[in-house]
């Protein structure tokens, strides 16, 4: 019997928004050497709506938006905020948050929370913005872990993290994108302070880069180039480190990413479009406005007053145009009677929530995708769509949100002296895999509510065969499709578009 891996430590480094496409031998040649010497999950996938902080939140807790009730980076909950929407990224939101709902804003048990129950320390440094700091830990405090932010002391649960490193290392940077500097600062927080003195059990840094070059300079512009580099630069500072460390044959490590991007060509004011068609509709509650809606290539949307008859209606208007890829609903009572292969929310023409992992109580009425496509970009990097402005991203920016398959799919190697090296692999793998991964490599229990799965190809398990599976819904002239990677009762969204003219 082969002798079950056991980790003294995992070391775990996310690179917010990187595309695996864009990690090569010549762009990011560490962690290309640490992928292709390590185990590299050549299909791994986001969750959805695959954005920054319902991806944290999913990467932590090891679960889905159903489980953890983390719906997108902003949506409406007028119980916390009645006049506007709540936005994750907004410290004073989520502290509202945290009152309403009890200290149960995220419905999940995290990482933090099982490490604290094995009695294993955590520290988090993070390099984006307050919510993901939050989410990535979000009980940081009562755990007694420890989170470094760069955005400052506001921005983390143990603001006295921040006091130590500005007492250590000077005042913390602010630098227009590319974030080179305050990459730079995490990194040596990260190496001196956490890997050397601290030495927890379990450590992770949040690099904001290639993320915000990708946003507001382009996938493949010199900035994003530059970030990317500096980026690797700064994991192989990481790599060194550990391989320096005592801990050094005991160690695991982790290097992902929490979503792709794709180049906005196209801008529609979705808003206009509707309030045209009957339905008068904008970001924040008002006179006269029936359906509130979120910004971004995937966009969230409500009525104020809950109707069936017009909730339909609503879903009509927008399988009519041309702009939309996708649209799904919450889930039906029943699939029974429909042809095998087809499957509809509760509005008739949308796929259910379930299938892809986001039925919540605070999801929206709808989620709206907008249309994309595999045609390249200006730099010739496939993956281009749609988006409706109002999120600060130009076009020819990257975006993400959506069911592309290029933003859905996320880098996820394994390293290390406790894990494999089979190089690429392709098994399916989501992001609420990762952290039941290292808890088995951890040896600690694995909460029950964390749906994710231990990665048999990491943990010396026999793998299972998955097949794949698609799903169609529409109306009229509209039809798309979901498809999905099955492995016995779980299934993983792959890609999702329009059936015709679309992926």
């Known amino acids: 019997m082969t002798k079950r891996p056991v980790a003294k430590r995992a070391v775990i480094c996310v690179f917010d928004g990187l595309r695996p496409d864009r990690v090569t031998a010549e762009l990011m040649p560490n962690l290309w050497r640490f992928a292709t010497e390590g185990t590299w999950f050549r299909e791994s996938r986001s969750v959805f709506p695959s954005v920054t902080r319902v991806a944290a939140a999913s990467f932590a807790t090891g679960s889905r938006p159903q489980s953890h009730g983390i719906v997108d980076n902003a949506f409406f909950d007028p119980s916390v905020v009645p006049d506007a929407i709540l936005n994750t990224a907004n410290a004073a939101h989520l502290r509202a948050a945290e009152a309403r709902y009890d200290g149960r804003f995220v419905e999940a048990e995290s990482f933090g929370g099982a490490l604290e129950q094995a009695g294993k320390r955590y520290a988090v440094v993070h390099t984006g913005s307050a919510g993901t700091t939050y989410l990535v830990n979000h009980r940081a405090r009562a755990q007694g872990h420890w989170t ?95 391989a320096a460390g005592p801990d050094a044959e005991e160690t695991v490590v982790v290097a992902m990413s929490d979503h792709g991007q794709i180049a906005m060509t196209g801008e529609v004011d979705l808003n206009d479009l509707l309030t045209e068609a009957g339905f008068p509709t904008a970001s924040a509650p008002g006179e006269g406005i029936e359906v509130l809606a979120t910004k971004g290539s995937t966009c969230g949307l409500s009525l104020r007053d809950p109707d069936p008859a017009r909730l339909a209606a609503l879903a009509a208007v927008l399988m009519d145009l041309p702009e939309t890829g996708m649209l799904f609903s919450r889930n039906h009572s029943a699939v029974q009677g429909m042809e095998e292969g087809r499957e509809e929310g509760i509005v008739p023409g949308t796929l259910p929530y379930g299938r892809v992992g986001v039925d919540h109580v605070r999801a929206p009425d709808l989620f709206w995708i907008a249309r994309s496509s595999l045609s390249p970009d200006a730099q010739g990097l496939p993956g281009t769509g749609l988006h409706t402005g109002g999120t600060g991203v130009q076009l020819g920016g990257g975006m993400h949100g959506g069911l592309h398959p290029v933003e859905l799919n996320t880098m996820l190697a394994f390293g290390g002296a406790v894990a494999p090296a089979l190089g690429e692999v392709s098994d399916p793998a989501d992001l609420t895999d990762i952290v039941p991964t290292l808890l088995h490599l951890l040896d600690c229990p694995i909460p029950a509510g964390m749906t994710g799965r231990p990665l048999r190809a990491v943990t010396g398990e026999e793998r299972q065969e998955s097949g794949v599976q698609t799903l169609a819904a529409g109306r009229g002239g509209f039809e798309q499709r979901l498809v999905l990677a099955v492995t016995g009762d779980r299934s993983i969204p792959l890609s999702g578009g329009p059936s015709r003219g679309g992926l």
């Open 148 to 242: 470094f932010a760069v955005e400052g002391p506001e921005a983390t649960q143990t603001p006295e993290a921040v006091a130590e490193a500005v007492a250590r290392f000077g005042p913390l940077p602010a630098t227009p994108t590319p974030r080179i500097a305050e990459m730079a600062y995490g990194t040596k927080v990260f190496v001196d302070r956490v890997l050397t003195e601290k030495r927890p059990e379990a450590a992770l840094i949040w690099f904001c880069e290639p993320d915000t070059a990708y946003h507001y300079r382009g996938i493949g512009s010199k900035d994003a180039l530059k970030a990317t580099r500096a980026v690797d630069g700064h994991f192989g500072e990481i790599l060194d480190a550990i």
